[in-house]
Each structure stands twice: as C-alpha cells, then as structure tokens.
C-alpha cells in the first residue's frame, strides 16, 4: 500500500477554501480515479510541534492505493482535469510525497 501526500504550506497570507478542497476537490479526485483510489484523508492544519507556532501546512490530502503504478493509472488520465481545479480553492503550490505505509 502507498500513500501520496499533498500538502500545501501555511504560507502568510495564502488563500485556501477548505470547504471547497473538502466538499469538491477531493470527491472529483476520487471520483476520477475510481477504485485506484482506495481512500483518502483530508487534514486541515491547526498548530505546529511547539506552543502557539502555526501549522506548517494550512492543508492536505492523503491518498491511499495498492501501488505508485496504480496511482499513476488512476490519476494520470484525469491530471490535467484535476490540476485545474486548484486555482478554485488555493493560491500555493502543493508539495507532495509518495511513501510506502508501513503500518497501518
């Protein structure tokens, strides 16, 4: 199982709508990707490690599949679709990670 973070920094002054990221994004995403897409998490940052720092991340998905190829199937097909769809909820540039889910 692989899991591919998206992750959007908590830049000052950055526009993001969670609302939107949450209720359309994130479902047209799943929709798109059909059954590669196992689940996904939708993370809305809150604080950072020490008292009253700000979340290094305003946002984030995390997107569960059976491997990095079926992610590719899924998503590849539909990028430009998807990758359009940002400017709806964000001004930043995401920063994204594939990793292997060791436990879980």
């Given at each position: 199982?692989?899991?591919?973070?998206?992750?959007?920094?908590?830049?000052?002054?950055?526009?993001?709508?969670?609302?939107?990221?949450?209720?359309?994004h994130?479902?047209?995403?799943?929709?798109?990707?059909?059954?590669?897409?196992?689940?996904?998490?939708?993370?809305?940052?809150?604080?950072?490690?020490?008292?009253?720092?700000?979340?290094?991340?305003?946002?984030?998905?995390?997107?569960?599949?059976?491997?990095?190829?079926?992610?590719?199937?899924g998503?590849?097909?539909?990028?430009?679709?998807?990758?359009?769809?940002?400017?709806?909820?964000?001004?930043?540039?995401?920063?994204?990670?594939?990793?292997?889910?060791?436990?879980?």
């Amino acid at each position: 199982m692989i899991k591919v973070s998206v992750m959007y920094p908590n830049t000052p002054g950055g526009r993001f709508d969670h609302d939107y990221y949450r209720d359309k994004h994130m479902p047209l995403v799943k929709a798109r990707m059909g059954d590669a897409c196992k689940s996904y998490t939708v993370d809305k940052g809150l604080a950072g490690g020490a008292p009253g720092a700000p979340a290094t991340y305003v946002g984030m998905c995390h997107i569960f599949c059976d491997s990095i190829e079926a992610f590719q199937t899924g998503f590849g097909p539909h990028a430009k679709e998807i990758m359009a769809d940002i400017p709806n909820y964000t001004d930043q540039s995401p920063v994204i990670q594939i990793s292997e889910v060791v436990v879980g």
